[in-house]
């Protein structure tokens, strides 16, 4: 994890998204279903439900896993799924608030860049659709370029979107950065998309937070 100097309060923040050998680590110790919030009642199962190859793509991205999947991982390995600065879920108003936010916050350095690894989009900084480099996901912290906003923080535009916790009621949650099919415009720190708490995608995957 990477420690970054948050506003009144320190934050460790993951420097890559998950991958699939930390998370086929975690699914290894067969972690209990109980103790999820209420609104992943229903979640009864942890696997990913496509593109998971932990053997031959063992420092992908994990996608393909729910935000209930995500937040269980999260909790399950000590930490907890980035949401407000000091803990909790941050308002889908404030999200995009660097005081508030935990993830836009590591991303924007404070508020300070659009972009993690500064002022200027570059399509060729990090994994997006306009990027003729890759034509899919990368292990994550591969690419050099996508960095930011603090140094060592690494994929927090494009490759993998990554959830939330930041939701809207109990059905609809927020994932941040845009992945390896966005457009341009979809990559800055402040994109977000918002979807059903429930589904999963082959472009979506997380990042955790910690005190």
């Known amino acids: 994890m990477l420690l970054v100097p948050g506003p009144g309060k320190t934050t460790c923040i993951d420097k890559t998204e998950v991958s699939q050998k930390q998370y086929d680590v975690w699914l290894g110790t067969n972690p209990p279903k109980t103790g999820q919030p209420a609104a992943c009642s229903g979640n009864s199962s942890f696997t990913p439900t496509c593109g998971y190859n932990p053997t031959n793509y063992a420092n ?16 399950g390995v ?26 836009h916050f590591a991303c924007t350095k404070n508020g300070t860049r659009p972009y993690p690894y500064g002022p ?39 490759n993998a979107s990554e959830w939330e916790d930041s939701c809207n009621g109990s059905n609809e949650c927020f994932a941040r950065g845009g992945h390896y099919l966005s457009k341009p415009v979809d990559l800055t720190c402040a994109a977000q998309a918002k979807f059903p708490r429930m589904s999963n995608e082959q472009s979506r995957g997380f990042r955790c937070c910690a005190d």
Do not use: H
Request: proline fraction near 5%; glycine fraction near 14%; charge should be negative.
């Open 120 to 158: 200027v989009s570059d399509n060729f900084y990090c994994v997006g659709l306009d990027n003729s480099n890759f034509l899919t996901q990368q292990s994550v912290g591969s690419v050099s370029t996508c960095q930011g906003g603090y140094p060592g923080l690494y994929d927090m535009s494009g």
């Open 60 to 75: 992908r991205p994990v996608v393909c896993v729910d935000w209930c999947d995500a937040y269980a991982y999260c909790k």
């Open 78 to 103: 000590g930490k907890r799924l980035c949401g407000k600065i000091g803990g909790g879920s941050v308002a889908p108003a404030s999200n995009t608030d660097p005081a508030q936010s935990e993830w």
